[in-house]
C-alpha cells in the first residue's frame, strides 16, 4: 500500500472493507438518536410584537392638554427596551408570579444555586430583538404552549410598567409642587379677600366706580340745593349744610362719604385686583393640579402594541428528522475516520516495523 492509497478517492476500498462495521455503528447511532428525539418534549413559542413609544409623548399631562400620542423608532428608546426586558428585575417578577422554580423542577427555591438556575434556564427561553422594522420582538419558548403565549405577554406588560416607573417619580414631584402651588395661593386669595372686606367695611366703600359716581351725583345736587337755598329759595339751610359736610367728611355721620372714599380708593383700588388676580391663579393653579392629579392616576401605555403572543399552534423545536439524520451523518463521517486512522496505523507498521497484527 502506498501513501497515496489514503486519499479521498481511497476512503472506498476502506469503507468497503469495514462496510459491516460501519454499518452497524450507522444503525446503532439511528436507532439511538431516535429514541432520543423521541423522547425530548415539544417546544413551543409565542411572540409578541411591540413598538416602544417616546415617554414624553406619552406624558398624561400632554395628552390631556390636546397633544399626540407618537410612535418612536429612536434609538435609545429602543435600547431603553430592550435593557428592561432583559433586566433580571423583570425576570425575577415573572418568575416568581409563575412559579417557575417548579415549572423547572428546580429545588430549593431562594439558594444561589437554585436562583442561577432557574435563572439560567429563563433568560435561555427568553429572546427579545429589534427587527428590521424598528419594532421589538419578544419571544418565549416552553413546553406549554399556553403558559409561553402568558409569560410573554406579562413580559410585555411588566416592560410597559418600568418603562412608565422612569417617569412615575418625577411626575409625583411635579403634583407636589402643583399642590403646594395651589395650597399657597388657596391660603393668599384667602387673605387678601378678608383684608378686602376689612377695607371696604372701613372706608365704607362697597364699589368703587357706581360708589364714586353716587357720591359726585348727590354732591352735586346738594350744593346746588343748598346755593338756592341760601338765595330764598326752598329748603333748609342748615339741614343742608349739615347734609353737605355729612357727605364730604369722615366725621360728619355718614358712612358713606367723599373723604373716606378718596382715602380708601387706592388702597381698594389695589386690594380688588390683588384680589381679582389671585382668584385668576388660584383657579388655574387648582385645574392644574387636578390634571396633573387625574395624570398620575391614569395608566397610559408607554408601547404600542402590535402583535399580541397567542399560544403557538405547531411546535418549534426540536426537529426529530434532522436529529436523527445529523446522527447518522456524524455517526459516519467519526467511523470513517478512525478506521481510515487505523489503517493507517497498520500500513506504518507494517512498513517500517514487521508484519502488522491481524
Given at each position: 500500500m502506498t501513501p497515496s492509497s489514503f486519499s479521498l478517492l481511497g476512503l472506498a476500498p476502506i469503507v468497503q472493507r469495514w462496510k459491516n462495521l460501519l454499518l452497524a455503528a450507522v444503525a446503532l447511532a439511528a436507532v439511538v438518536s431516535t429514541v432520543v428525539a423521541l423522547l425530548l418534549p415539544n417546544i413551543y413559542k409565542s411572540t409578541a410584537v411591540f413598538i416602544p413609544t417616546n415617554p414624553q409623548t406619552a406624558d398624561p399631562d400632554r395628552l390631556v392638554e390636546g397633544a399626540k400620542l407618537e410612535l418612536s423608532g429612536r434609538s435609545e428608546d429602543l435600547d431603553r427596551v430592550l435593557t428592561i426586558g432583559e433586566s433580571q428585575p423583570v425576570a425575577l417578577?415573572?418568575?416568581?408570579?409563575?412559579?417557575?422554580?417548579?415549572?423547572?423542577?428546580?429545588?430549593?427555591?431562594g439558594t444561589d444555586v437554585s436562583d442561577d438556575a432557574v435563572l439560567r434556564k429563563f433568560t435561555g427561553n427568553l429572546d427579545i430583538t429589534h427587527n428590521e422594522r424598528d419594532a421589538i420582538e419578544l419571544t418565549f419558548k416552553d413546553e406549554d404552549k399556553q403558559l409561553a403565549a402568558r409569560i410573554a405577554n406579562d413580559l410585555v406588560n411588566a416592560i410597559d410598567s418600568v418603562n412608565q416607573?422612569?417617569?412615575?417619580?418625577?411626575?409625583?414631584?411635579?403634583?407636589?409642587?402643583?399642590r403646594s402651588r395651589?395650597?399657597?395661593l388657596k391660603d393668599v386669595f384667602e387673605q387678601s379677600r378678608l383684608q378686602l372686606v376689612a377695607a371696604r367695611n372701613r372706608y365704607g366703600i362697597y364699589g368703587l366706580e357706581q360708589q364714586g359716581r353716587y357720591m359726585a351725583k348727590q354732591l352735586i345736587e346738594t350744593e346746588s340745593a343748598l346755593r338756592v337755598a341760601?338765595?330764598?329759595g326752598p329748603g333748609s339751610v342748615p339741614g343742608l349744610r349739615r347734609a353737605l359736610y355729612?357727605?364730604?367728611h369722615a366725621d360728619g355721620g355718614n358712612r358713606v362719604n367723599i373723604e373716606s372714599y378718596v382715602r380708601g380708593a387706592d388702597s381698594l383700588s389695589m386690594f380688588t385686583s390683588r384680589v381679582a388676580d389671585l382668584q385668576g391663579r388660584l383657579v388655574g393653579a387648582r385645574a392644574a393640579f387636578e390634571t396633573a392629579e387625574i395624570s398620575l392616576k391614569s395608566r397610559v401605555s408607554s408601547l404600542y402594541l402590535v402583535q399580541k403572543a397567542y399560544p403557538a399552534t405547531k411546535k418549534s423545536a426540536p426537529i426529530r428528522w434532522l436529529i436523527v439524520v445529523s446522527s447518522v451523518l456524524v455517526t459516519f463521517g467519526l467511523?470513517?475516520?478512525?478506521v481510515a486512522l487505523l489503517e493507517i496505523y497498520r500500513y506504518n507498521r507494517t512498513r517500517f516495523g514487521g508484519p502488522a497484527a491481524a
Amino acid at each position: 500500500m502506498t501513501p497515496s492509497s489514503f486519499s479521498l478517492l481511497g476512503l472506498a476500498p476502506i469503507v468497503q472493507r469495514w462496510k459491516n462495521l460501519l454499518l452497524a455503528a450507522v444503525a446503532l447511532a439511528a436507532v439511538v438518536s431516535t429514541v432520543v428525539a423521541l423522547l425530548l418534549p415539544n417546544i413551543y413559542k409565542s411572540t409578541a410584537v411591540f413598538i416602544p413609544t417616546n415617554p414624553q409623548t406619552a406624558d398624561p399631562d400632554r395628552l390631556v392638554e390636546g397633544a399626540k400620542l407618537e410612535l418612536s423608532g429612536r434609538s435609545e428608546d429602543l435600547d431603553r427596551v430592550l435593557t428592561i426586558g432583559e433586566s433580571q428585575p423583570v425576570a425575577l417578577y415573572v418568575i416568581r408570579k409563575f412559579n417557575l422554580y417548579k415549572h423547572y423542577k428546580i429545588d430549593d427555591p431562594g439558594t444561589d444555586v437554585s436562583d442561577d438556575a432557574v435563572l439560567r434556564k429563563f433568560t435561555g427561553n427568553l429572546d427579545i430583538t429589534h427587527n428590521e422594522r424598528d419594532a421589538i420582538e419578544l419571544t418565549f419558548k416552553d413546553e406549554d404552549k399556553q403558559l409561553a403565549a402568558r409569560i410573554a405577554n406579562d413580559l410585555v406588560n411588566a416592560i410597559d410598567s418600568v418603562n412608565q416607573q422612569l417617569t412615575l417619580e418625577n411626575r409625583r414631584k411635579v403634583l407636589g409642587l402643583y399642590r403646594s402651588r395651589y395650597t399657597y395661593l388657596k391660603d393668599v386669595f384667602e387673605q387678601s379677600r378678608l383684608q378686602l372686606v376689612a377695607a371696604r367695611n372701613r372706608y365704607g366703600i362697597y364699589g368703587l366706580e357706581q360708589q364714586g359716581r353716587y357720591m359726585a351725583k348727590q354732591l352735586i345736587e346738594t350744593e346746588s340745593a343748598l346755593r338756592v337755598a341760601e338765595g330764598g329759595g326752598p329748603g333748609s339751610v342748615p339741614g343742608l349744610r349739615r347734609a353737605l359736610y355729612a357727605l364730604t367728611h369722615a366725621d360728619g355721620g355718614n358712612r358713606v362719604n367723599i373723604e373716606s372714599y378718596v382715602r380708601g380708593a387706592d388702597s381698594l383700588s389695589m386690594f380688588t385686583s390683588r384680589v381679582a388676580d389671585l382668584q385668576g391663579r388660584l383657579v388655574g393653579a387648582r385645574a392644574a393640579f387636578e390634571t396633573a392629579e387625574i395624570s398620575l392616576k391614569s395608566r397610559v401605555s408607554s408601547l404600542y402594541l402590535v402583535q399580541k403572543a397567542y399560544p403557538a399552534t405547531k411546535k418549534s423545536a426540536p426537529i426529530r428528522w434532522l436529529i436523527v439524520v445529523s446522527s447518522v451523518l456524524v455517526t459516519f463521517g467519526l467511523s470513517v475516520l478512525l478506521v481510515a486512522l487505523l489503517e493507517i496505523y497498520r500500513y506504518n507498521r507494517t512498513r517500517f516495523g514487521g508484519p502488522a497484527a491481524a
